[in-house]
Structures are given as C-alpha cells and as structure tokens.
C-alpha cells in the first residue's frame, strides 16, 4: 500500500507562484514515476505533470509548459511541482499520483494506481 500526501496549496493572485509537495510512503518511492493531475469543477480529472523513476524524463501538459515544473527528491521521498505564472484557468484541486509499474523508463498520462487526497489551489484574477 502507498500513502500520498499533498501540500502547499492556497489561495494566489493571477501571475502568483506556488509549491506543492507530495510525500510518499509504504513503498520504493524511488523505483515509480510520480505524476500531478488536477480536477477544476465540472470537468473531468486532467494529467499536469509526470517524472520517471530516475527524475531523468519530465512530461507536461500543454497548458502549462514554461510555466510549471515537477521534480523529485528521492532521498526525501517527496514530489514536487513549482507552479509559476499561475492564471484562473489553473483553479482546481491537484491530485499527487504514483505509477503502476517499476522502473518505467517514460512518462505515462494513464497508468497510476495510488492518489493522494488532493489539495485545492485557487487563482484569483
């Protein structure tokens, strides 16, 4: 079993930046790909980010290339995604997400089987 637990979300101005940090327990953090997704109100779950085991490939959606960045700290079991430049339309809860499958060598959008709680940012224009 895996335990994912978001952080740093709030409430920002457009043009504002935040930090969320999702810390991982319960298995080989370091040997699974991470992901971010989020989910605005009445719209369905989207993939954000993604990073493979090794921190080596990034992958993100269109909407918020050059404006976020996901990382990882294997060390500190923990997943990170820096969101600059922040617009309204990024108003959702983000959801933190751990891979199926060891040691995937690419990003997938698809295959994540443990969620955390979420943790909710809004932007204000």
């Known amino acids: 079993q895996v335990q994912l637990v978001e952080s740093g979300g709030g409430l920002v101005q457009a043009g504002g930046s935040l930090r969320l940090s999702c810390a991982a327990s319960?298995?080989?953090?370091?040997?699974?790909?991470m992901g971010w997704f989020r989910q605005a109100p009445g719209k369905e779950r989207e993939f954000v980010a993604g990073?493979?085991?090794?921190?080596?490939?990034?992958d993100y959606t269109a909407s918020v290339k050059g404006r976020f960045t996901i990382s990882r700290d294997n060390a500190k079991n923990t997943v990170y995604l820096q969101m600059n430049s922040l617009k309204p339309e990024d108003t959702a809860v983000y959801y933190c997400?751990?891979?199926?499958?060891?040691?995937?060598?690419?990003?997938?959008?698809?295959?994540?089987?443990?969620w955390g709680q979420g943790t909710q940012v809004t932007v204000s224009s």
């Open positions: 997400a751990a891979d199926q499958s060891e040691y995937r060598y690419y990003v997938s959008r698809v295959a994540y089987t443990y």
């Open positions: 319960g298995r080989t953090f370091s040997s699974y790909a």
């Open positions: 990073v493979t085991w090794s921190g080596g490939s990034t």
